[in-house]
């Protein structure tokens, strides 16, 4: 792995291949509402398994894409992978939650994004308002008005916002109230130590809090233990993502889990089923 890691030249060129090829693959990470325990979204998460090197994870490739234009092509297969997947359960007679998409702010601010993002729904029948846009505070460091109008364009035509990894980077409040997202995503690194870090504790309750003012929904991330989950439902956190309700699924186990409908029973703490 260090030997791909330090050759990006390779990882590039081995990916742009692997694009065209059934190496690259979404898998899906349900998120869970706390108030009803019912799955409301799963987050798309990509995957590449390298003939050679084994699975390589996002974090490694996801940064050599966007050091080319590679980014761009590579989103837009996310995109479209995302909306075969959701025809293909609605073809099954199940009702997909809404589908959060990863998008890198290179990609975001690649030509016309706006326009070739909708193009593809719109050609495979998907409506924005099924999909969530996942972008991450690093995009903040780029304030522009072709950001701005990205924004604003994104928002009228229907689309799902959210602030990915909340509390890493470059989070200043104001960027909360100019920009309209409907969600922030408390990264996970705040979460980990929940609920006995007192500082983690305490910086949860004031994200929460400070959202919930703004009229804007809470997602903590990387949610493993009972403990956790009952700090954040104690707390108002909305929605939880993490390992104790869900693992990233590929597309087929989603595909049962959807059929299955498992929920959060909030009072036991505990995963069950509908009794129909
Ligand atoms: P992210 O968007 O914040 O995604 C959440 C990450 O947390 C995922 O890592 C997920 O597998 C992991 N995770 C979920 N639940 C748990 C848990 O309970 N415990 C722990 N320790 N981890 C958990 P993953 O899949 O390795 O992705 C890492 C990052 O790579 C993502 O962070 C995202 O920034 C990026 N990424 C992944 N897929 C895509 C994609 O399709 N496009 C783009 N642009 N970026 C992507
Ligand atoms: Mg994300
Ligand atoms: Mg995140
Ligand atoms: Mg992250």
Known sequence: MNTVEQDSI?????????IDTSALHL???PTVDLQTGLVVGAEALLRWQHPIHGRIPPAVLIPVAEKSDLIVRLGEWIIKQVCKDIAHWNMAGLTPPCIAINISPIQLQSND?????SGILESMTVTPDKVSLEITEQILMYRSDSIDKAFSDFKKQ???????????????????KHYPFD????????????????DDAS???AVISMAHSLGIKVIAEGVETEAQCKFLSDNMCDQIQGHFFAKPLSSEHMQLFLQEKPFLDKH???LG????
Do not use: C, M, W
Request: aromatic share 14%; charged share 25%.
């Open 158 to 176: 229907g689309f799902i916002l959210a602030l990915d990894d909340f509390g890493t980077g470059y989070s200043a409040l104001s960027y909360l």
């Open 27 to 29: 898998h899906y990470q």
């Open 10 to 18: 390779d990882i590039e060129a081995e990916l742009n291949f692997a």
């Open 113 to 117: 994004f706006n326009n070739r993002l």
């Open 203 to 205: 910086i949860t309750r």
């Open 268 to 270: 036991l703490l505990r």
């Open 183 to 198: 969600y922030v995503k408390i990264d996970q690194s705040f979460v980990q130590e929940l609920p006995h870090n007192l």
């Open 273 to 276: 089923k509908p009794d129909r």
